[in-house]
């Protein structure tokens, strides 16, 4: 991660078109961009269905929220899904506070929500 970035996103395309973005860094509105961006390229290239990789994620406000529920609904709309894997203890909270967990299909690990 660059020093001036608090937010990096790598893609991997899984096979029946699933792409795993995982996310290292802070989601918030500052940095939001960084993870619509290579969801929409994922979209672009086909891929309905998003597995974010969340076990490296440091921290999440609710612009990150409000990204992954704009996130589900887009690959919802288009036929796919939005998974989250392994969200750390504070997003948790705050999913569960929100009621976001009964909308996000939470896994343990990125082939427990690819299978599944």
Not at 21 to 43: F, K
Request: aromatic share 4%.
């Amino acid at each position: 991660m660059e020093p001036d970035n608090i937010l990096t996103v790598t893609g991997r395309d899984l096979p029946g078109g699933s792409t795993v973005l995982t996310a290292v860094g802070e989601i918030d509105r500052d940095s939001c961009a960084v993870l619509r961006e290579a969801a929409g390229e994922a979209v672009r290239r086909g891929h309905r269905r998003l597995i974010l990789d969340l076990t490296k994620m440091t921290f999440c406000d609710s612009s990150g929220l409000s990204l992954f529920v704009d996130l589900h609904r887009q690959a919802g709309a288009n036929g796919g899904w939005l998974r989250m894997v392994a969200p750390q203890a504070d997003l948790r909270s705050m999913l569960r506070v929100t009621h976001l967990d009964q909308l996000f299909a939470l896994y343990d690990t990125v082939d427990a929500a690819a299978e599944s």
